[in-house]
């Protein structure tokens, strides 16, 4: 076997400048397929980080041998929301939170360093009065979900007012105060939601990948197949062509993964500035760690040695037949019916099918997409052939018929791009599904026998912080809803002025603080008079927080955004593999046909009739398969898409198209110098 090894790495050393650049771009391809595998991995290992960080905030009540009582709520500055976690322990000696390095003593405070931030750059008046107290610290990155995340950690006596409270109003992310006997808690719906989400946009990302990665052994496969069949008629047993096969490859492909694992290194700090689900990612996040790091490293060139032995089985049984070139026999149907197959089981999805089932049959509409693409651009090239009027689309068609499989590799990536366009654009749902909510009347449950007290202590509160407001009382039952109309007050003008002009002069300090700390407070002057009203009115109902419809519709306004920007993620993603895949591939077939440029050149044939041709091979082909990937990315969406299409999605399905035909075209043209470079020599030399 070192005998065998040694021969491969010499014969890879020894292959010219054409060899050692099918090499290079073999590697290049590897190392771009690693970085984005790697990227994959990372996000569904970040958003399942994520859960767990936040799982300590989703309370799960101990059956026996409780330390502490746990309540949790939402509350909202500037129309972003502040998770409030108050705690009381049962028990001296009770072990902290995660974030914090001892549990919080009764009428201590514990600030995130963003909410700690964002309470200096604003007025005491419209967030620092919420969380009176003694400053314990600051919560640790263990204790949050993001950086930027806004959390307070308040301690409590157990017989306080908030601690017993019977239940909340905050329909997620909150829970009435619950006994724990620790604080492993468990994963909340919406983080549950965002790694469903994160799955199926991984198999979108990876699918694509994995069949780059394949295509990379493949790449200056006619010139190896030569050289592999010409040892084989001399004497080399199928055994031994395959060991220098594989060591050929996973040399190659190794290193690329090495260089596609420092370059992915380097994009962390730009990839961390993604924001999804409210804000960005640590470091740490975007990093697999050296268990996954070392799997991918071994997974990716055991790829590439895999896909370059199955591409093995002419040079193996038919020796004489490759160094002939004799044409290969046309590929079968059942291709089609696979993918026939796979899109037959998209009718029984639906929104309430889960994640995983959702994710296999899209990888096996990928699978199958890419099994039958050899198959159609086949059939594309009998028809262009057949129908050629001219040297350039002849020698197109006989191309796509000698070699579909080759040709097919050039346009994979863009039509796989197709089919992820297809299935996120008709998906994307409108931005503005919500309308606008009301952001200035604060709504607070009260009990109704106390519904007139507390309704004259809440004018009292937000008189007395200079609040012009009309509170009213509705509903009915057990609960009434305290309704605060924030800048509707009647009766003294003045005093509404005098408020407003409070309100702009708080709202003036916070921009010029924030200015001179070099960040910004976003909002207005009702902005600061909601959020003083939200402060007068704290702890006015223990346990809970007065909010606005806008603020009920945060997470759903929030997940909308966070489906675009991961639309724009994945569809970044597939196309730079798709660009890169047709530009390296474009390439390589070059290298591939370099003898028979050469020879068709020397025969008299304009390097513009090789030129067009070339671009006919690829345009073509590209035409259908991108428009019929497409078509079957609409279909498979079709069991989730909403009541309406959203016109922004058919926006992004018609950019999809220009970019990838520009892409392609571009790739293409990069690779012409090359053709003039093998065509300049008159008398090719034999591989």
């Given at each position: 076997m070192s005998g065998l090894l040694g021969l491969s790495w010499r014969l890879l050393r020894g292959g010219g400048r054409s060899g050692l650049l099918g090499a290079g771009l073999t590697a290049a391809a590897v190392a771009v397929s690693a970085a984005l595998l790697l990227f994959a991995v990372s996000a569904n290992l970040a958003f399942q980080g994520r859960a767990d960080r936040e799982a300590w905030r989703n309370p799960v009540e101990a059956r026996t041998g409780a330390v502490a009582v746990e309540a949790v709520r939402r509350d909202y500055v500037r129309d972003r929301p502040i998770t409030v976690v108050d705690l009381a322990a049962l028990e001296p000696g009770a072990s902290p939170p995660p974030g914090l390095d001892r549990f919080p003593a009764p009428g201590e405070v514990w600030f995130s360093p963003a909410l700690a931030e964002l309470a200096r750059e604003l007025p005491d008046g419209q967030l620092a009065d919420r969380f009176p107290g003694k400053t314990g610290g600051v919560i640790g990155d263990e204790g949050l979900?993001?950086?930027?995340?806004?959390?307070?950690?308040r301690g409590q006596e157990p017989d306080s007012p908030v601690m017993a409270a019977t239940a909340t109003d905050d329909p997620r992310g909150g829970a009435a105060p619950t006994k724990i006997s620790d604080f492993t808690g468990k994963a909340t719906s919406d983080a549950e939601g965002y790694q469903a989400l994160a799955l199926i946009a991984t198999v979108l990302m990876v699918v694509p990948l994995l069949v780059f990665g394949g295509a990379a052994a493949r790449l200056t496969v006619a010139r190896r197949d030569q050289r592999l069949a010409a040892l084989r008629l001399v004497g080399?047993?199928?055994?031994?062509?395959?060991?220098?096969?594989?060591?050929?490859?996973?040399?190659?492909?190794?290193?690329?993964?090495?260089?596609?694992?420092?370059?992915?290194?380097?994009?962390?700090?730009?990839?961390?500035?993604?924001?999804?689900?409210?804000?960005?990612?640590?470091?740490?996040?975007?990093?697999?760690?050296?268990?996954?790091?070392?799997?991918?490293?071994?997974?990716?060139?055991?790829?590439?040695?895999?896909?370059?032995?199955?591409?093995?089985?002419?040079?193996?049984?038919s020796p004489l037949g490759v160094a002939k070139r004799e044409t290969p026999p046309a590929m079968r149907f059942v291709r089609v019916l696979a993918l026939l197959a796979a899109l037959a089981a998209v009718p029984a999805l639906g929104a309430g099918t889960a994640a995983g089932v959702v994710a296999v049959v899209l990888g096996l509409a990928f699978l199958a997409i890419n099994l039958t693409g050899p198959w159609v651009v086949g059939m594309i090239g009998r028809i262009t052939a057949r129908t050629a009027r001219g040297p350039a689309r002849l020698l197109a068609g006989r191309r796509l018929v000698d070699d579909p499989k080759a040709a097919w590799r050039t346009v994979s990536g863009v039509a796989l791009t197709g089919f992820v366009a297809g299935f996120i654009g008709f998906l994307s749902p409108a931005?503005?599904?919500?309308?606008?909510?009301?952001?200035?009347?604060?709504?607070?449950?009260?009990?109704?026998?106390?519904?007139?007290?507390?309704?004259?202590?809440a004018r009292e509160r937000l008189s007395a912080a200079g609040v012009p407001a009309r509170v009213e009382v509705t509903g009915g039952g057990g609960r009434r809803v305290l309704t605060v109309a924030v800048g509707k007050a009647a009766g003294d003008e003045a005093g509404d002025g005098k408020a407003a002009g409070k309100d702009k002069d708080e709202e003036k300090a916070a921009r010029e603080g924030a200015s001179a700390s070099g960040r910004s407070v976003e909002g207005s002057a009702?902005?600061?008079?909601?959020?003083?009203?939200?402060?007068?009115?704290?702890?006015?109902?223990?346990?809970?927080?007065?909010?606005?419809?806008?603020?009920?519709?945060?997470?759903?306004?929030?997940?909308?955004?966070?489906?675009?920007?991961?639309?724009?993620?994945v569809l970044t993603v597939s196309f730079l593999v798709a660009i890169v895949s047709a530009g390296i591939t474009a390439a390589s077939s070059v290298l591939d046909r370099r003898q028979t440029y050469a020879l068709l050149r020397l025969a008299g044939t304009p390097l513009e009739v090789l030129d067009r041709a070339r671009r006919a091979e690829t345009l073509i082909p590209l035409a259908v398969m991108g428009g019929g990937s497409i078509a079957v990315g609409v279909f498979c969406a079709v069991p989730f898409a909403f009541s309406s299409v959203n016109v922004s999605g058919m926006v992004i399905l018609l950019v999809c198209v220009v970019l990838g035909f520009a892409g392609v075209t571009g790739a293409g043209a990069a690779s012409a110098p090359l053709l003039r470079s093998v065509t300049a020599d008159p008398a090719p030399r034999p591989d």
């Open positions: 979900v993001h950086p930027g995340e806004l959390l307070v950690v080399a047993t199928p055994g031994q062509v395959v060991a220098m096969t594989v060591a050929e490859a996973v040399i190659t492909a190794f290193g690329g993964a090495l260089a596609g694992t420092v370059l992915y290194g380097l994009l962390i700090p730009v990839l961390t500035r993604i924001e999804i689900a409210g804000g960005s990612w640590f470091a740490s996040d975007m990093w697999p760690g050296v268990p996954y790091t070392l799997a991918v490293l071994a997974a990716v060139p055991l790829l590439v040695g895999l896909s370059a032995v199955v591409g093995l089985r002419r040079v193996v049984v931005g503005g599904l919500f309308g606008d909510a009301d952001a200035t009347t604060l709504r607070l449950s009260v009990p109704a026998a106390r519904a007139p007290q507390l309704t004259a202590e009702s902005a600061a008079a909601v959020d003083r009203a939200r402060t007068a009115l704290d702890g006015l109902v223990p346990g809970r927080g007065a909010t606005t419809a806008a603020d009920e519709e945060v997470f759903s306004v929030l997940l909308l955004g966070d489906i675009g920007t991961g639309t724009v993620v």
